[in-house]
T-cell receptor
Framework: GEDVEQSLFLSVREGDSSVINCTYT??????LYWYKQEPGAGLQLLTY?????DMKQDQRLTVLLNKKDKHLSLRIADTQTGDSAIYFC???????????FGGGTRLMVKP | GAGVSQSPSNKVTEKGKDVELRCDPI?????LYWYRQSLGQGLEFLIY????????KSGLPSDRFSAERTGGSVSTLTIQRTQQEDSAVYLC???????????FGPGTRLLVL
């Protein structure tokens, strides 16, 4: 299968911006997603971007997509302690009918 | 409206026993997915149901795993003769028609002793 890769860990101070990066390998991906997982919980959809877009903004969240480099990023402005969680990027390949997930980035926000 | 629900939320079983995990998708969603989240393997796709079509079972790890979806709604994932390596969180998701955003349930945490 195709690989989706993320860095394991990110630590920021409250009020700073966080940038979580993701690389993927399948250029045929139609949608790319960001999910958030808090301890003991399921996956919460944060945002997504269609592959023909290069940017999407939703309140404190900004998604950037560089199709040439197959690079996706999630920027969280004014990061709060409640943003501490694991963030997963995922690509949807219509032919496979499934999401392929990265390994997750654990975001720690220090007060 | 109600999201995806799963039961039980936690299950502890002995090695060799069978377990059944249940998923109730969002009303009106025709596509249903099962994924497994484990420490060593991350999030893995298991099986996909779309309406009345034959399911995509390509992600099932062994023939001990099976799933069914009755009446196009509720799904049951069955693991026979459980092994310790089956310990994981089993996540269910649904989407409107299979090409759109997937919404996840809270998961069932399975521990095989």
């Amino acid at each position: 299968g195709e690989d989706v890769e993320q860095s394991l860990f990110l630590s920021v101070r409250e009020g700073d911006s966080s940038v979580i990066n993701c690389t993927y390998t399948d250029s045929s991906s139609t949608y790319l997603y960001w999910y958030k997982q808090e301890p003991g919980a399921g996956l919460q959809l944060l945002t997504y971007i269609f592959s023909n877009m290069d940017m999407k903004q939703d309140q404190r969240l900004t998604v950037l997509l560089n199709k040439k480099d197959k690079h996706l990023s999630l920027r969280i402005a004014d990061t709060q302690t409640g943003d501490s969680a694991i963030y997963f990027c995922a690509e949807f390949q219509g032919a496979g009918n499934m999401l392929t997930f990265g390994g997750g980035t654990r975001l720690m926000v220090k007060p | 409206g109600a999201g995806v629900s799963q039961s039980p939320s936690n299950k502890v079983t002995e090695k060799g026993k069978d377990v059944e995990l249940r998923c109730d998708p969002i009303s009106g969603h025709t596509a249903l997915y099962w994924y497994r989240q484990s420490l060593g393997q991350g999030l893995e796709f298991l099986i996909y149901f779309q309406g009345n079509s034959a399911p995509d079972k390509s992600g099932l790890p062994s023939d001990r795993f099976s799933a069914e979806r009755t009446g196009g709604s509720v799904s049951t994932l069955t693991i026979q003769r459980t092994q310790q390596e089956d310990s994981a969180v089993y996540l269910c998701a649904s989407s409107i028609q299979g090409q759109e955003t997937q919404y996840f349930g809270p998961g069932t945490r399975l521990l095989v002793l």
